[in-house]
């Protein structure tokens, strides 16, 4: 990601889905929360941005979109939609069950925090990304007064996690945490997935969990979605956010110790979660981890 720029694959998930929540076959994936905030971001961000955030709620955009991602990734959207659904759900299990902190690491325009404090009064939301990022962010949050997220800004490829500067904005190590790495870990080499989640576990009380997300290797050790065209490989490397790291199930397991695999979620159990969409193409190759200690 360029030093001065907010992520370009945060702002795509963002009018993704705000593009899904203004068609009513998609709509009940994204929450009026999520869609707000993420079009405010992309209306602040740039007057480009701004004009895209306009034409992705037009109808007359929709068939658009369809070619778009039928010739970049199919399924990509429907997968991006549904890994968040799947991801809200098991942090909504956690809190239920007693976890009294959450941390969303390169949070991007993401809204879980957001939405989860309001179900939630006595839990506590940290947010960990690049500032270039984060300040689009923090500016959309605070104009629509969300309370209770605390924003810590770094650039997790390069320093890793800054663990004095997140206690001192009050994270307590002593007590339960939901880590949560959406979209993530790709981005990063191998031996900074292994640091991090090191890390992580140093900072977790028994009961901890963590939620991630890694690129299945492919048979040829390509790190991409099955249906990923050339197209979406070139526009990863001029863009500055290539996939560095990929695994399997099984090296996964070895790579995040201590931490230990609780269930892995594929595009097959991503299309369980919605009936509506049983039939439909659900993009590939980035799985879900949900891993405790």
């Avoid at 500032?131 to 605390?150: F, L, M, N, Y």
Wanted: aromatic share 10%; net charge positive.
């Amino acid at each position: 990601m360029q030093e001065e720029q907010a992520s370009r694959t945060a702002l795509l998930i963002a009018a993704s889905l705000v593009l899904f929540h203004h068609d009513a076959k998609y709509s009940r994936l994204v929450s009026t929360t999520s869609a707000d905030l993420c079009a405010r971001v992309l209306e602040q961000h740039s007057s480009q941005a701004r004009l895209f955030s306009k034409f992705v709620r037009q109808g007359w955009f929709r068939p658009i979109a369809k070619l778009i991602v039928r010739i970049t990734i199919p399924g990509i959207l429907l997968h991006y939609a549904l890994r968040k659904k799947c991801i809200r759900e098991l942090a909504r299990s956690a809190l239920a069950n007693g976890i009294a902190q959450v941390v969303v690491l390169g949070a991007g325009f993401d809204t879980l925090s957001s939405e989860l404090r309001r179900e939630f009064s006595t839990a506590q939301f940290w947010e960990i990304d690049h500032p270039a990022t984060q300040c689009h962010k923090v500016r959309a949050c605070s104009e629509i007064g969300v309370e209770r997220v605390r924003f810590v800004a770094v650039d997790l490829s390069a320093a890793g996690l800054n663990r004095e500067a997140l206690i001192r904005s009050g994270f307590d190590p002593a007590k339960s945490t939901f880590w949560i790495a959406e979209g993530l870990l790709m981005y990063f080499p191998a031996d900074i997935v292994s640091s991090l989640t090191k890390t992580l576990s140093n900072l977790s009380a028994a009961g901890s969990q963590l939620a991630f997300t890694f690129m299945e290797k492919q048979r040829d050790g390509r790190i991409r979605f099955d249906s990923q065209t050339q197209l979406v490989d070139w526009w990863l490397r001029i863009r500055g956010e290539p996939f560095l790291w990929g695994s399997t199930r099984n090296e996964v397991a070895e790579v995040i110790q201590p931490w230990r695999v609780v269930r892995f979620f594929d595009h097959d159990d991503l299309r369980k979660m919605e009936s509506a969409v049983t039939d439909e193409v659900i993009a590939k190759g980035e799985v879900i981890c949900l891993a405790a200690i």
